[in-house]
């Protein structure tokens, strides 16, 4: 089992960064495939990125490809996105969340998450 904390989230100008990052407890961090997800007020929680297991394989929504960047320290048990450019269609609340093993895109194919944290890009 392992549990995450996302932090790093805030207000923005719409053109500005933030780096989010989740922090995972226990000692397998290595054997779980890492998600990020958002979900703006009344829609569903939509897929950004994901990575696998050792961090060379990464995979992002159209949305946000070019812009953000999912990468992770195994050592620090920790998953980062990136976010550059940001647009105010980013505002959500961005989740981390993991799996054993495979990656996936899905939210429903992931069982452990965040608590999340709010990203509000101002125009």
């Known amino acids: 089992q392992v549990q995450l904390v996302e932090s790093g989230g805030g207000l923005v100008q719409a053109g500005g960064s933030l780096r989010l990052s989740c922090a995972a407890s226990?000692?397998?961090?290595?054997?779980?495939?890492l998600g990020w997800f958002r979900q703006a007020p009344g829609k569903e929680r939509e897929f950004v990125a994901a990575?696998?297991?050792?961090?060379?394989?990464?995979y992002y929504a159209d949305s946000v490809k070019g812009r953000f960047t999912i990468s992770r320290d195994n050592a620090k048990n920790t998953v980062y996105l990136q976010m550059n450019s940001l647009k105010p269609e980013d505002t959500a609340v961005y989740y981390c969340?993991?799996?054993?093993?495979?990656?996936?895109?899905?939210?429903?194919?992931?069982?452990?998450w965040g608590q999340g944290t709010q990203v509000t890009v101002s125009s």
């Open positions: 969340a993991a799996r054993r093993i495979v990656v996936a895109t899905t939210p429903k194919d992931y069982n452990y």
């Open positions: 990575i696998n297991l050792n961090g060379a394989g990464t």
């Open positions: 226990g000692r397998t961090f290595s054997t779980y495939a």
